[in-house]
């Protein structure tokens, strides 16, 4: 039993490139940061394999050494990392009331949220295999198309984001095939979207048709592709295969307290990362349904400590 919670200047919850950035300007701030990492340390970034695209990586650099690199900085400054779960919070009180993992309370006068976002997959066997081994499975065309310039592609999904993500990809594929579960005119993603998927001539369209199963021992080798109205089954011969089929924003355990969007992602007021409570900032994926980016996660983060640094020296606390 815990006599006195311990008490925090600023508590960053998430370990991505949010959490990380944030923590890195609070403690330079010297706001003594603690971050409490979550179950997947480093976050979606740890999932993927080359990062090209974040600044100042002129040779590209991996997922997961990105991710050290960003807490050993955050650490060189002084922010405490520990592994553990917020799983419970109650930020109206004064000071906020933090529970890590059920069981330990802390207490907060800022809390900077970083917590993400996930993305969903299909849950096949060898889908989860092969993008655990980054054998061509990616859920960021952004990140991940570069890898497959020429060659043939697979997406799954019919929103905005499977329709951009096609869009982007057909520009640097050969061919993509589009894994559309519903019928022609039904898919759910904007007009303008659907039009520029459907007048693309290198995106093909495949109506009522779920994936059954990706082919590859080490790297995608195919997709087999089951067309839900005739039954017929097929394989698409294609070496990457993305999953474009929604996120799930982090955000669970703020339901009642944080505006959030239908989708669960935190509302902010726009060019900052205040949210409807005072002390309390949400920052990257978990408040950010269009970029998704860890460059803009990173961003974001800045902001959040900046924030976090004002309104403490506002509220007389440091
Ligand atoms: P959505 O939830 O809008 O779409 C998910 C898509 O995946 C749907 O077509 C859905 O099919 C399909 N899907 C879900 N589960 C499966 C499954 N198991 N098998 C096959 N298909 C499946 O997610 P998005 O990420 O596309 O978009 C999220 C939000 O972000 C939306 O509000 C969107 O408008 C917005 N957005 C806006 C952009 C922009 O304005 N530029 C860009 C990207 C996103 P079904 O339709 O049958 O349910």
Redesign the pocket.
Same mark, same amino acid.
Not at 156 to 162: F, H, L, N, P, R
Not at 244 to 247: E, L, R
């Given at each position: 039993m815990q006599s006195q919670p311990e008490h925090i200047t600023c508590l960053i919850i998430g370990s991505g490139p949010a959490g990380y950035t944030a923590a890195i300007y609070a403690a330079r701030a010297d706001l003594k940061p603690v971050l409490y990492t979550g179950l997947t340390p480093g976050g979606q970034l740890t999932e993927t394999t080359e990062v090209d695209n974040f600044p100042g990586y002129p040779k590209g650099i991996t997922g997961p050494i990105l991710m050290e690199d960003l807490k050993a900085q955050a650490e060189r400054f002084g922010t405490q990392v520990r592994f553990g779960m917020v799983t419970e919070a109650d930020l109206n009180a004064n000071p906020k009331r933090i529970w890590v993992d059920e069981t330990t309370e802390i207490t907060a006068d800022t809390v900077v949220i970083s917590t993400g976002a996930s993305a969903?997959w299909?849950g096949l066997e060898n889908e989860t295999r092969l993008r655990m081994n980054a054998g061509g499975v990616s859920a960021c065309a952004v990140c991940d198309g570069f890898f497959f310039k020429g060659l043939d592609v697979a997406i799954? @999904?019919?929103?905005?984001?499977?329709a951009?993500e096609a869009t982007y990809l057909s520009k640097l594929c050969k061919k993509v095939y589009m894994i559309v579960?519903?019928g022609e005119g039904e898919m759910?993603a904007?007009k303008a979207m659907q039009h520029r998927v459907m007048n693309t001539p290198n995106i093909e369209i495949l109506w009522d048709s779920?994936t059954s199963d990706v082919l590859g021992k080490e790297t995608v080798e195919g997709v087999i592709v089951k067309n839900s109205k005739t039954g017929e089954s097929k394989t698409l011969n294609v070496t990457g295969f993305f999953v474009?089929? @929604?996120?799930k924003p982090n955000t669970d355990i703020f339901k009642g307290q944080l505006t959030m969007d239908d989708?669960g992602y935190l509302q902010v007021v726009p060019g900052s990362s205040k949210t409807n409570i005072d002390g309390v900032f949400a920052v990257g994926d978990c408040a950010d349904?269009?970029y998704r980016q860890a460059v803009t996660a990173a961003g974001s983060g800045c902001m959040g400590a900046l924030d976090a640094e004002r309104y403490l020296a506002s509220a007389g606390v440091h």
């Open positions: 969903k299909l799954v @999904g019919a929103g905005d984001t499977a951009e579960r519903r759910r904007s779920e474009a089929i @929604g996120h989708l349904k269009t």
